[in-house]
């Protein structure tokens, strides 16, 4: 089903998913051009228990920070699309609680990679806190400075030739 930024239906059969409100919002409020929406196991998984997923590996910081949890809230809910809305505040990526996950990007594969990333992070996170019942290590504000300066300095994750 395909519909126009006021929900209206302009192609397909069907009623388009009961997270319209949800999809729309994202579209709304942000750059995206695609928005991932899924229930992944430890994404969902730590929707269940966490308030945040910390920054624990550099990569993450694509994502714009932790990853905050939307309060529950019914599927296709007003209140649910308005909680997740907050928790992606300058963030490209939120876990729900008790439900699932969201990211988006510019393009569907920059959606589908900080979906991919959002469940890699959970999954290292949570396989991490069952190592000697500790907290996994978490990076400072200096140390995530650190890397994004020399990302930037470096072009990192760029294509460059060899000279």
Not at 35 to 45: W, Y
Request: aromatic residues 8%; hydrophobic residues 45%.
């Amino acid at each position: 089903t395909v519909i126009t930024f006021d929900g209206t239906i302009v192609e397909g059969d069907f009623a388009p998913t009961s997270e319209v409100d949800l999809h729309l919002g994202v579209y709304q409020a942000s750059p995206a051009t695609a928005v991932v929406h899924a229930h992944s196991t430890f994404a969902t998984m730590l929707g269940l228990v966490v308030d945040a997923l910390p920054i624990v590996h550099y990569q993450q910081l694509v994502l714009g920070g932790p990853t905050r949890v939307a309060p529950f809230a019914v599927f296709g809910t007003p209140q649910l699309a308005a909680n997740v809305h907050a928790a992606l505040e300058g963030r490209k990526a939120a876990l729900m609680a008790n439900h699932g996950a969201i990211a988006w990007g510019t393009s569907m594969k920059e959606a589908v990679d900080n979906y991919d990333l959002l469940e890699w992070a959970c999954e290292l996170y949570a396989r991490a806190r069952t190592l000697g019942g500790k907290e996994p290590r978490v990076l400072t504000p200096e140390e995530q400075m650190a890397v994004i300066e020399h990302a930037t300095r470096t072009a990192y994750g760029s294509t460059r030739r060899n000279s």
